[in-house]
């Protein structure tokens, strides 16, 4: 996770500290890339904090921790879980323009929940930052949480609505409460509406889907990309 641990936003799922950030690393790019470089890793998941004070909501240091890491290990395949940048399309770009292998940006809920689980987020504005990734090529992919509160029909419509930006790789889990301060869970989805699921969602196209009360962004990231790549 780059660009510090203090997050601009107050997801009501998210166990980040919330405030406004005091420092900017310039230097973590490099860093970063020396990280993945020791490790030898084939396959690196990056994300971040929200940093809405920033004028291009880190999208600069984004885009050179991509090019670092590129420079430290060719052979990496990159993975960026980014945030929405406040609909600031020219920050959107900087990102695309440095190249990682899949854009990932998670919806995370259903619409009609949206004020209670990410009160500073826009659903439609999630669906236009997809939108945008894959009209300039992008390998893209997304996420939601189940068990806070939606409908099947909801998650299914979600589905529907990442199909119309032609979403490539889909993540659906379980929500877990991580403090007593956060979202309480309404329900814990069984095992086989999470495999309904998944079968709707290869029914509707998509590449891949990966729905299982364990599922998470990053879960067999590698995997999930590899039938893209």
Known sequence: MILGNICTRSCGFCNVITGRPTELDLDEPRRVAQAVGKLNLKYAVITSVNRD???????????????????????????VLIPDFCGNWDALQTVLNARPDVLNHNIETVPRLY??????????????????AKDFGMTTKSGLMMGLGETDEEVIEVLKEWRKVECDLVTLGQYMQPTLNHLPVDRWVHPDIFER???????????????????RSSYHAEEQAAAVM
Do not use: Y
């Open 53 to 79: 004070e920033l004028k291009d909501g880190g999208a600069s240091v984004w885009a050179e921790t991509i090019r670092e890491c590129r420079a430290a290990s060719p052979e990496t395949k990159i993975v």
């Open 197 to 215: 699921m998944h079968d709707i969602g290869m029914e509707m196209g998509f590449t891949n889907v990966f729905s299982g009360p364990l599922v």
């Open 115 to 132: 004020l209670q689980v990410r009160p500073q987020g826009k659903f439609e504005r999630s669906l236009e930052l997809l939108r945008r």
